[in-house]
C-alpha cells in the first residue's frame, strides 16, 4: 500500500499581503504527478485543507480541482478538518463524495471514521480519520474528568472500530510532544502555549503509522512513522532555511513502513537576503537566487539611506519584508532589554501607576494611590489565603 501524507494545505492563505494560490496550485500539480508516477493508492491530508473557515471560492475551486484529479486517476482520498477549518462545511456531501473514492471528515461524531483500502497486492490498511477535536465540547459527551485534549484523544481513539488481520494509520491534526519534549515550530502556526493541551506520542504505539496536521515543520516524533509532513508551502520566514517534502509511505503486511521524502519545488522560493543596500542589490547577490522570490531583505547600512525599500522593488519585485540590523536598531534593543528588565523589579501597584500616567498624560492624585494601595493589599491577603488553603 502506497500513500502519500500532506497536511496544512492552508489554500487561500496570504503572506505579507500576497495571494499564495498560484504557488499552492503549482505544489498541488506536482503533488498529483508524484501520486501518478509513484502509483500511489491514496493521498491523505492530515488538517488544514484552508486558511480560513470560510474560505474564499477560488480556494475552495482549488481543493476542487487538486481532489478530481486524483479521482480521476483512481487515487483515493482521505482527509480530515485542522484547526484553520469548518468541519460543519467540511462535512457537506461526504456521502456522495465517499462514493467517489474522496472521504472527507469535518467533525467528529462520537466515533473514528475508518475506511480500509486494499491494494493490487491484497495488502489491507485500515485508515482511521479523527478531525480536530475541541476538548470542551467533549468533556460532558464522553464524561471525562478533565477538559485536555490528552483525555479527549485518548476517549476518542478508544471508540475506533479495529479491524484486526490488517495494518493501520491514523490521520489526526493535533498537536504532539514526545516526553514532553516540543515539536519544531515555526512562527505561522498556532499552537498552545507551552505545550498545554498537547497529546504524547505514546497515545499513538498501537499505530503502523500516524500521519499528523498541525506543525508546518516537517519532521518525525519518537519514530519514523509518527510524523508531521509539514506546510505545503513556507508560510513564514522561520522557514526559510528548511526545504518542504511530501512523505510517501509504503505499507506491506509486515514490518515497518518505508517512508521517502519526495521533495517539493516552490514556485517561487521564500528566503531572506541579508547586507548592505549597495551589496544585496549588486548582480553577484541577484545570481545566487531568482530575484523573483518572495524575499525578507535585512539592511545593515549604519547611515540613513532615501527610499530603501524602492531600490530593493526595482530588483526585487516580491519583496515582502524589510528590516534593519544596524547601530542604531541594536541600541534600541538593548534599550528595550533595559526598560524589561527594570519593570521586573516593580510591584504590581507600581506598575500600574506607571501605565496610568502614560495613559492619562499626568500622575495619579494622593486619593487615587490610597485606593490602589489598598487594592493591592487586598489582593495580596487573598492570595495569602489561597496559599495557606492549598
Known amino acids: 500500500m502506497k500513500f502519500l501524507h500532506?497536511?496544512?494545505?492552508h489554500l487561500g492563505k496570504r503572506v505579507y499581503g500576497y495571494s499564495m494560490l498560484d504557488d499552492q496550485r503549482f505544489a498541488l500539480e506536482q503533488v498529483v504527478r508524484m501520486a501518478a508516477q509513484h502509483q500511489a493508492d491514496a493521498v491523505v491530508i492530515a488538517g488544514d485543507i484552508y486558511d480560513k473557515t470560510v474560505p474564499s471560492g477560488e480556494a475552495v475551486s482549488l481543493f476542487d480541482w487538486f481532489f478530481t484529479q486524483l479521482c480521476e486517476r483512481n487515487i483515493t482520498v482521505l482527509a480530515v478538518s485542522g484547526n484553520h477549518d469548518s468541519g460543519e462545511r467540511l462535512d457537506f456531501g461526504k456521502t456522495l463524495l465517499s462514493q467517489q473514492g474522496m472521504h472527507l471528515i469535518g467533525t467528529f461524531d462520537g466515533t473514528v471514521a475508518s475506511v480500509t483500502l486494499t491494494d493490487?497486492?491484497?495488502?489491507?490498511?485500515?485508515?482511521?480519520?479523527?478531525?480536530?477535536l475541541r476538548p470542551m465540547e467533549w468533556r460532558e459527551t464522553m464524561q471525562l474528568e478533565q477538559?485536555?485534549?490528552?483525555?479527549?484523544?485518548?476517549?476518542?481513539?478508544a471508540r475506533t472500530q479495529w479491524e484486526h488481520g490488517t495494518r493501520h494509520v491514523l490521520v489526526a491534526h493535533t498537536f504532539v510532544t514526545v516526553g514532553g519534549a516540543m515539536p519544531e515550530q515555526s512562527d505561522s502556526e498556532i499552537v498552545p502555549v507551552g505545550g498545554v493541551d498537547a497529546v504524547d506520542a505514546a497515545l499513538f504505539d498501537a499505530y503502523d503509522y500516524v500521519a499528523l496536521g498541525h506543525i508546518h515543520r516537517p519532521?518525525?516524533?519518537?519514530?519514523?512513522?509518527?510524523?508531521?509532513?509539514?506546510s505545503l508551502l513556507k508560510y513564514s520566514f522561520s522557514e526559510a532555511r528548511y526545504p518542504k517534502s511530501v512523505p510517501l509511505v509504503t505499507i506491506g503486511e509486515s514490518g515497518e513502513p518505508d517512508i521517502t521524502l519526495l521533495p517539493l519545488t516552490?514556485?517561487?522560493?521564500?528566503?531572506?537576503?541579508?547586507g548592505k543596500l549597495c551589496d544585496v542589490t549588486s548582480e553577484l547577490v541577484q545570481r545566487a537566487g531568482d530575484p523573483n522570490d518572495y524575499l525578507r531583505v535585512i539592511l545593515t547600512d549604519d547611515e540613513e539611506l532615501y527610499d530603501p525599500q524602492a531600490a530593493l522593488r526595482a530588483?526585487?519585485?516580491?519583496?515582502?519584508?524589510?528590516?534593519?540590523?544596524?547601530?542604531?536598531?541594536?541600541?534600541?534593543?538593548?534599550?528595550?532589554?533595559?526598560?524589561?528588565?527594570?519593570?521586573?523589579?516593580?510591584?504590581?501597584?507600581q506598575l500600574f501607576e506607571q501605565f496610568f500616567a502614560e495613559q492619562n498624560g499626568k500622575q495619579m492624585t494622593d486619593w487615587q494611590k490610597q485606593q490602589l494601595a489598598r487594592i493591592g493589599r487586598e489582593m495580596e491577603d487573598s492570595d495569602e489565603a489561597d496559599s495557606c488553603n492549598g
Open 315 to 349: 530588483v526585487y519585485p516580491n519583496l515582502m519584508r524589510l528590516d534593519f540590523d544596524n547601530i542604531r536598531t541594536q541600541t534600541a534593543d538593548t534599550e528595550g532589554l533595559q526598560r524589561e528588565e527594570a519593570a521586573q523589579q516593580l510591584t504590581p501597584v
Open 266 to 274: 516552490p514556485r517561487r522560493d521564500l528566503r531572506e537576503v541579508r
Open 147 to 157: 477538559s485536555t485534549q490528552q483525555c479527549v484523544m485518548e476517549a476518542a481513539l
Open 6 to 9: 500532506l497536511g496544512d494545505l
Open 219 to 230: 519532521q518525525r516524533l519518537g519514530r519514523d512513522s509518527v510524523r508531521y509532513c509539514g
Open 120 to 132: 493490487r497486492e491484497q495488502c489491507r490498511v485500515q485508515f482511521h480519520l479523527l478531525p480536530w
